[in-house]
Protein backbone atom coordinates (compact mmCIF):
# COMPACT_ATOMS: atom_id res chain seq x y z
CA UNK A 1 0.00 0.00 0.00
CA UNK A 2 2.31 2.63 0.98
CA UNK A 3 4.50 1.48 -2.29
CA UNK A 4 1.10 2.28 -4.77
CA UNK A 5 0.65 5.47 -2.29
CA UNK A 6 4.63 6.69 -3.14
CA UNK A 7 3.87 6.20 -7.14
CA UNK A 8 0.38 7.67 -7.09
CA UNK A 9 1.74 10.76 -5.52
CA UNK A 10 5.04 10.77 -7.73
CA UNK A 11 2.70 10.83 -10.24
CA UNK A 12 -0.10 13.23 -9.29
CA UNK A 13 2.85 15.88 -8.69
CA UNK A 14 3.96 15.45 -12.21
CA UNK A 15 0.29 15.27 -13.98
CA UNK A 16 -0.14 18.62 -11.76
CA UNK A 17 2.85 20.18 -12.91
CA UNK A 18 2.19 19.40 -16.58
CA UNK A 19 -1.73 19.51 -16.71
CA UNK A 20 -2.00 22.94 -14.90
CA UNK A 21 1.17 24.40 -14.87
CA UNK A 22 1.46 28.26 -15.10
CA UNK A 23 3.84 30.15 -17.57
CA UNK A 24 5.89 31.10 -14.90
CA UNK A 25 6.37 28.08 -13.18
CA UNK A 26 9.64 26.66 -13.38
CA UNK A 27 10.18 22.66 -13.20
CA UNK A 28 13.73 21.98 -12.16
CA UNK A 29 15.74 20.14 -14.99
CA UNK A 30 17.48 18.25 -12.69
CA UNK A 31 14.41 16.07 -11.50
CA UNK A 32 14.49 12.60 -13.39
CA UNK A 33 11.96 11.96 -15.63
CA UNK A 34 8.80 9.60 -14.38
CA UNK A 35 9.77 5.93 -14.72
CA UNK A 36 7.14 3.34 -14.59
CA UNK A 37 7.56 0.42 -11.79
CA UNK A 38 6.11 -2.75 -11.81
CA UNK A 39 4.42 -5.09 -9.73
CA UNK A 40 1.85 -1.73 -8.51
CA UNK A 41 -1.42 -2.54 -7.56
CA UNK A 42 -4.30 -2.22 -5.06
CA UNK A 43 -6.41 1.26 -4.21
CA UNK A 44 -6.12 4.67 -3.89
CA UNK A 45 -9.10 6.78 -1.82
CA UNK A 46 -9.46 10.43 -2.41
CA UNK A 47 -11.99 11.76 0.09
CA UNK A 48 -12.48 15.25 -0.01
CA UNK A 49 -13.44 18.43 -1.56
CA UNK A 50 -15.92 18.57 -4.27
CA UNK A 51 -14.14 21.54 -5.84
CA UNK A 52 -11.19 19.27 -6.49
CA UNK A 53 -12.78 16.36 -7.89
CA UNK A 54 -12.50 16.80 -11.73
CA UNK A 55 -9.03 17.86 -11.04
CA UNK A 56 -8.27 14.44 -9.18
CA UNK A 57 -10.91 12.50 -11.72
CA UNK A 58 -7.98 13.78 -14.57
CA UNK A 59 -4.64 12.75 -12.17
CA UNK A 60 -6.51 9.04 -11.62
CA UNK A 61 -6.89 9.00 -15.49
CA UNK A 62 -3.77 9.41 -15.97
CA UNK A 63 -2.01 7.43 -12.88
CA UNK A 64 -4.37 4.32 -14.27
CA UNK A 65 -2.35 4.58 -17.57
CA UNK A 66 0.82 3.69 -15.83
CA UNK A 67 -0.98 1.71 -13.40
CA UNK A 68 -4.12 0.36 -14.43
CA UNK A 69 -4.24 -2.58 -11.26
CA UNK A 70 -4.38 0.41 -9.38
CA UNK A 71 -7.77 1.21 -8.47
CA UNK A 72 -8.79 4.80 -7.83
CA UNK A 73 -11.74 6.12 -6.16
CA UNK A 74 -12.64 9.98 -5.96
CA UNK A 75 -15.09 10.71 -3.47
CA UNK A 76 -16.21 14.84 -3.39
CA UNK A 77 -18.68 15.89 -0.71
CA UNK A 78 -16.81 18.95 0.77
CA UNK A 79 -13.53 20.11 2.24
CA UNK A 80 -14.68 19.03 5.93
CA UNK A 81 -15.24 15.43 4.82
CA UNK A 82 -11.08 14.97 4.11
CA UNK A 83 -9.51 15.38 7.60
CA UNK A 84 -11.95 12.50 8.98
CA UNK A 85 -11.16 10.62 6.52
CA UNK A 86 -7.48 11.11 6.37
CA UNK A 87 -7.29 10.56 10.32
CA UNK A 88 -9.71 7.59 10.44
CA UNK A 89 -7.87 5.70 7.48
CA UNK A 90 -10.35 5.42 4.74
CA UNK A 91 -8.36 8.06 2.69
CA UNK A 92 -4.65 8.24 1.66
CA UNK A 93 -6.19 11.14 -0.09
CA UNK A 94 -7.68 14.60 1.54
CA UNK A 95 -8.14 17.24 -1.54
CA UNK A 96 -9.14 20.63 0.27
CA UNK A 97 -9.99 24.04 -0.94
CA UNK A 98 -9.08 25.48 2.19
CA UNK A 99 -6.16 24.95 4.84
CA UNK A 100 -6.08 22.20 7.44
CA UNK A 101 -7.67 23.58 10.49
CA UNK A 102 -4.84 23.37 13.71
CA UNK A 103 -7.65 21.25 15.56
CA UNK A 104 -7.72 18.84 12.42
CA UNK A 105 -4.15 18.79 11.93
CA UNK A 106 -3.45 17.71 15.88
CA UNK A 107 -5.50 14.99 15.85
CA UNK A 108 -4.23 13.41 12.17
CA UNK A 109 -0.53 14.02 14.14
CA UNK A 110 -1.91 12.25 17.19
CA UNK A 111 -3.25 9.21 15.25
CA UNK A 112 -0.07 8.62 12.71
CA UNK A 113 2.90 10.02 14.91
CA UNK A 114 3.67 13.05 12.58
CA UNK A 115 2.10 15.87 10.61
CA UNK A 116 -0.25 15.58 7.60
CA UNK A 117 2.18 16.39 4.27
CA UNK A 118 0.07 19.35 2.41
CA UNK A 119 0.63 19.74 -1.54
CA UNK A 120 -0.20 22.94 -2.78
CA UNK A 121 -1.95 22.25 -6.27
CA UNK A 122 -4.52 24.97 -7.34
CA UNK A 123 -5.44 28.35 -6.97
CA UNK A 124 -9.57 28.37 -6.02
CA UNK A 125 -11.43 31.76 -7.35
CA UNK A 126 -14.87 32.50 -5.79
CA UNK A 127 -17.12 35.33 -7.76
CA UNK A 128 -20.52 36.12 -6.70
CA UNK A 129 -23.29 36.49 -9.58
CA UNK A 130 -26.58 38.25 -10.66
CA UNK A 131 -28.70 36.86 -12.74
CA UNK A 132 -27.95 38.20 -16.21
CA UNK A 133 -31.14 40.28 -16.09
CA UNK A 134 -30.03 42.17 -13.75
CA UNK A 135 -29.03 45.74 -13.94
CA UNK A 136 -26.54 46.04 -11.47
CA UNK A 137 -22.93 46.96 -12.29
CA UNK A 138 -21.20 45.99 -9.38
CA UNK A 139 -21.19 45.34 -5.36
CA UNK A 140 -18.89 46.47 -2.89
CA UNK A 141 -17.51 43.75 -0.23
CA UNK A 142 -19.13 45.59 2.22
CA UNK A 143 -22.33 45.25 0.56
CA UNK A 144 -21.60 41.80 -0.11
CA UNK A 145 -21.22 41.38 3.67
CA UNK A 146 -24.89 42.99 4.08
CA UNK A 147 -26.31 41.16 1.99
CA UNK A 148 -24.75 37.39 2.87
CA UNK A 149 -24.28 38.67 6.77
CA UNK A 150 -26.58 39.08 9.85
CA UNK A 151 -23.86 40.75 11.64
CA UNK A 152 -22.48 43.40 8.77
CA UNK A 153 -18.96 43.70 10.04
CA UNK A 154 -17.93 44.80 6.75
CA UNK A 155 -19.39 48.88 8.20
CA UNK A 156 -22.84 48.47 5.98
CA UNK A 157 -25.95 50.41 7.29
CA UNK A 158 -28.33 48.14 7.17
CA UNK A 159 -28.79 44.65 6.24
CA UNK A 160 -29.88 44.20 2.41
CA UNK A 161 -32.78 41.98 0.94
CA UNK A 162 -34.25 43.63 -1.77
CA UNK A 163 -32.49 45.26 -4.78
CA UNK A 164 -34.06 48.59 -4.02
CA UNK A 165 -31.77 49.19 -1.27
CA UNK A 166 -28.98 49.04 -3.50
CA UNK A 167 -30.01 51.97 -4.77
CA UNK A 168 -32.07 50.25 -7.66
CA UNK A 169 -35.18 51.36 -9.52
CA UNK A 170 -37.28 51.08 -12.05
CA UNK A 171 -39.04 47.72 -11.07
CA UNK A 172 -36.84 46.70 -8.73
CA UNK A 173 -38.24 48.25 -5.55
CA UNK A 174 -39.21 45.58 -2.82
CA UNK A 175 -37.78 42.36 -5.07
CA UNK A 176 -36.25 40.48 -2.50
CA UNK A 177 -32.31 39.21 -3.26
CA UNK A 178 -32.44 35.33 -3.49
CA UNK A 179 -29.00 33.37 -2.14
CA UNK A 180 -27.82 30.71 -3.65
CA UNK A 181 -24.20 29.20 -1.54
CA UNK A 182 -22.09 26.49 -1.48
CA UNK A 183 -22.92 23.36 0.94
CA UNK A 184 -21.76 23.98 4.82
CA UNK A 185 -19.28 21.21 4.47
CA UNK A 186 -17.54 23.03 1.63
CA UNK A 187 -14.21 25.06 2.15
CA UNK A 188 -15.64 27.53 -0.21
CA UNK A 189 -18.38 28.02 1.86
CA UNK A 190 -16.45 28.61 4.92
CA UNK A 191 -13.89 31.07 2.96
CA UNK A 192 -16.74 32.89 2.08
CA UNK A 193 -18.11 32.84 5.41
CA UNK A 194 -15.06 34.16 7.06
CA UNK A 195 -14.16 37.14 4.54
CA UNK A 196 -17.54 38.20 2.75
Keep these: MKTVLKVFTALSLVVALSATAQ ?7 AIAKYKKTSGISGSVNS ?17 AKFYPNVKVQVEGKGSSTAPPALIAGTAQFGPMSREMKQEEIDKFEKAYGYKPTAIRTSIDALAV ?7 IKGLTMPQVDAIFSKTRRGGYAQEVTTWDQLNMADGWAGKPISLYGRNSASGTYGYFKEHA
Excluded at 23 to 29: A, E, G, R
Excluded at 129 to 135: G, L, M
Design 129 to 135: YVNKDNP
Design 23 to 29: DNVKVDP
Design 47 to 63: IGSDTMNNLMTLWAEAF
